[in-house]
């Protein structure tokens, strides 16, 4: 994934342990005495850094470089070095000195290397994608040149439920194929719930040494699909392996099912899985992911 150059910001952890000793940061030297956070003032700066105009700071926003610049107006305030001296912007006007260049990724987009390609014995299928297939957002660019597909259910391993769906699946240099959610079906606050993001699928996933994830969607139309919509998340980064999402459809068609209803009732009986799993082992695929 490439990564973008950045926009400006501050840490604001850094600028609360000023709140908090603005004169013992100033002069190191002469200690001040001890002194108490003033709740009002905490309150001002709490107030603006988390209002609407800020629209949520994320790195690289009209709100994020607002944030960024009232954090430095408060160090220039409180008369702080900049963190690297050789910089010469202490207390100047711009107050340059207190921001750091870092690179992030801001988006994510379709590059010119997305091909997907199954065969079923002699009968081969190419995908069309944004159609029959997305990359997931956090997915990592790589390729996997005629694959086997395993089906490993949910794709969870839960050391501490004592749960683990690879348990008699070698997934090793395999495409893995899963459902989304877990075993808790539709309870949010199940015993599963944190491992209901793909995210958790696809660590598995690498650590049973898949060369890449598919994750079946969970909406009929593909259209529809969160996870077909390609967007990045700031909070983690890169999967590690290739990440796709596949309409119900196409899946369907793998376990040899002849509906979306019929792969409906598969995924509500458990029971069934191993003889779909043994369907899918016939089938074999080409895939390759690059997104920037």
């Given at each position: 994934?490439?990564?973008?150059?950045?926009?400006?910001?501050?840490?604001t952890a850094i600028y609360l342990l000023g709140l908090l000793a603005p004169a013992g940061l100033a002069q190191q030297a002469k200690p001040a005495p001890s002194k108490g956070p003033d709740a009002a003032l905490l309150r001002q700066h709490v107030t603006y850094l988390a209002s609407d105009e800020l629209e949520g700071r994320s790195p690289g926003s009209t709100g994020g470089n607002k944030a960024a610049a009232y954090i430095a107006q408060q160090f220039d305030r409180l008369k702080l070095s900049c963190a690297t001296p050789d910089l010469k912007c202490k207390h100047s006007k711009v107050r340059?000195?207190?921001?750091?260049e870092l690179p992030f990724v801001a988006a994510v987009e379709l590059a010119k290397n997305n091909s997907f390609g199954v065969a079923l014995g002699e009968a081969q299928k190419s995908l069309a994608v944004r159609?029959?297939?997305?990359?997931?957002?956090?997915?990592?660019?790589?390729?996997?040149?005629?694959?086997?597909?395993?089906?490993?259910?949910?794709?969870?391993?839960?050391?501490?439920?004592k749960h683990d769906d690879y348990a008699s699946v070698?997934?090793?240099?395999?495409?893995?194929?899963?459902?989304?959610?877990?075993p808790d079906g539709d309870n949010p606050h199940g015993q599963f719930g944190r491992y209901a993001d793909s995210r958790w699928k696809?660590?598995?996933a690498k650590d049973h040494g898949a060369k890449a994830l598919i994750v079946i969607a969970n909406t009929e139309k593909f259209g529809d699909e969160r996870l077909a919509q390609l967007r990045y998340d700031q909070t983690s980064g890169e999967a590690g392996i290739?990440?796709?999402v596949v309409s119900r459809q196409i899946a369907a068609s793998w376990f040899g099912l002849a509906s979306v209803g019929k792969l409906s009732e598969l995924e509500k009986t458990p029971a069934n899985w191993t003889g779909a799993g043994t369907r899918l082992?016939?089938?074999?695929?080409?895939?390759s992911v690059e997104i920037t």
């Open positions: 994934m490439k990564k973008l150059k950045p926009c400006l910001f501050v840490l340059s000195g207190y921001f750091q159609e029959h297939w997305m990359p997931i957002g956090y997915s990592s660019n790589g390729a996997a040149s005629n694959a086997k597909l395993v089906f490993v259910g949910y794709g969870i391993t839960a050391a501490e439920l070698n997934a090793r240099d395999k495409i893995v194929v899963v459902f989304t959610g877990t696809a660590i598995a290739p990440v796709i082992g016939d089938v074999t695929a080409t895939l």
